[in-house]
Structure formats: structure tokens, C-alpha cells
């Protein structure tokens, strides 16, 4: 079964400085990565998706995230934080050949302070 | 410009009574998932729709249940709510199964037990 790991529950940033959320995922086979973001208020939506190629994938709002195979990890970064990034971010994967769904880690609150 | 539509967002019910979540969707999808998330937990799959078949995930409790009438709208029946389900309930749709596929979430439907 897949399964996803976030570490970090709680980041408190200062503007302008850079982000590391971490994740992991188990799961044995070729797997589809995606993170959301659910800013206050709103509704979960799509920051950016791995399905094949490059493991550098540029998402939306200037995220990336990077796919290590051999770590399980799919990482997502930003290189300097704005305080409208205060959101949940959740890290999901979706497994061919699984249930078709998405499994989802269970996020990270991310603050950031003017 | 809604696309995926819950009502209402906050539901409060007594223990033990029925009550029903809504979920519609302007995007002519043809899947439609249906997520529990506790606080501070990950979003977790129920059941989904994938046209008018029904999946059912297995540690789903048999007081949940699911109707789709047609392909824009999508229910969560519970039928006798304990306190332990007092969550966010999380519609989402994709316009296919496949593993790589978007999935479009709406705002949720918080429901308090009392």
C-alpha cells in the first residue's frame, strides 16, 4: 500500500527565507507526486505534479520540488518566502496500478512573519 | 468560479441523527471522491465514484454512505453520526482515474456532532 510521510507539522518562516518541506513516500513501484497547497479559507489546489522525466519539476508561485527515487523523496522548495505562502501544504501520491486515488501526507502548516 | 461545490460549509448535526453533504461540480468530470480529514491529519479516501461505479475503501465504517445521482452532483450520507466523525469533509473530482490525472477539490463541508 502507498503511503506518504511529512516531518515537519508546524514551519514558522521569516519572509525572504528559503523553504525545505520534506516528504517521503512508500511505495514500491512507479508512482505519480503531487503537492497541494490550502491557503486559509480555501480549498485544496494543485502547486505542482511529478509523473516522469525530469525530477526537477517548477510548479506555480515559484515552487519546485525534486524527485529522488533513491531517497523516496519528493522535496519542495522555494527559494525565498513571501508572507501570502502561509498556507497547509499536502503532499500526495498516486500509484498506478492503486486504488486510483490519492494518498496524502498529513501536510505541513506553514507560517511565514513579515 | 466555482468548480467543485460543497454545501453547506459548516454543518452541525446531533449525535446519532442523519444528515447529508452535497457536492457538485461544473468541471463534467467523470470521478468523484469523497475524503474524511481529522485535524491535523491527511485526507482520508472513502470512497469513490469513477462514473456510476461505486468504490468503497475498506476501512470506510458502514455508517457512510454514497450517492450519485447524475454526473454533476455527489452525496455523503451519514447515517448515525458519533462525536468521532466530527471532521472536514473534502469533495474532489478528476476527469479520469489515471494516476496522473489533477484532482479538483472544493472548499469542504465542516461537520460538528453535538
Known amino acids: 500500500a502507498q503511503s506518504v510521510s511529512q516531518h515537519n507539522h508546524h514551519v514558522i518562516l521569516s519572509e525572504a527565507a528559503s523553504l525545505e518541506l520534506g516528504c517521503n513516500y512508500s511505495?514500491?513501484?512507479?508512482?505519480?507526486l503531487f503537492w497541494y497547497v490550502q491557503y486559509p479559507g480555501q480549498h485544496l489546489q494543485l502547486l505542482l505534479k511529478?509523473?516522469?522525466?525530469?525530477?526537477l519539476v517548477k510548479g506555480i508561485k515559484g515552487f519546485e520540488a525534486e524527485f529522488i527515487k533513491s531517497k523516496f523523496s519528493f522535496n519542495l522548495r522555494k527559494p525565498s518566502v513571501q508572507w501570502s505562502d502561509t498556507a497547509e501544504y499536502f503532499c500526495?501520491?498516486?500509484?498506478?496500478?492503486?486504488?486510483?486515488?490519492?494518498?496524502f501526507g498529513s501536510g505541513t502548516r506553514l507560517q511565514v512573519q513579515p | 468560479d466555482a468548480m467543485v461545490i460543497q454545501n453547506p460549509r459548516y454543518q452541525v448535526t446531533q449525535f446519532g441523527k442523519p444528515v447529508t453533504l452535497s457536492c457538485s461540480q461544473t468541471?463534467?468530470?467523470?470521478?468523484m471522491y469523497w475524503y474524511q480529514q481529522k485535524s491535523s491529519q491527511a485526507p482520508k479516501l472513502l470512497f469513490h465514484?469513477?462514473?456510476?461505479?461505486?468504490?468503497n475503501e475498506a476501512d470506510t465504517p458502514d455508517n457512510f454512505q454514497s450517492r450519485r445521482p447524475n454526473t454533476s452532483f455527489c452525496f455523503l450520507d451519514i447515517r448515525s453520526p458519533g462525536l468521532g466523525d466530527a471532521a472536514m469533509y473534502l469533495c474532489?473530482?478528476?476527469?479520469?482515474?489515471?494516476?496522473?490525472?489533477?484532482?479538483?477539490f472544493g472548499q469542504g463541508t465542516r461537520l460538528t456532532v453535538v
Open positions: 511505495y514500491g513501484g512507479t508512482v505519480n
Open positions: 474532489a473530482t478528476s476527469r479520469d482515474p489515471s494516476p496522473n490525472t489533477e484532482a479538483f
Open positions: 465514484y469513477y462514473d456510476k461505479d461505486f468504490n
Open positions: 500526495a501520491v498516486n500509484a498506478p496500478g492503486g486504488r486510483r486515488a490519492l494518498t
Open positions: 468541471l463534467n468530470h467523470n470521478v
Open positions: 511529478y509523473f516522469s522525466g525530469d525530477p
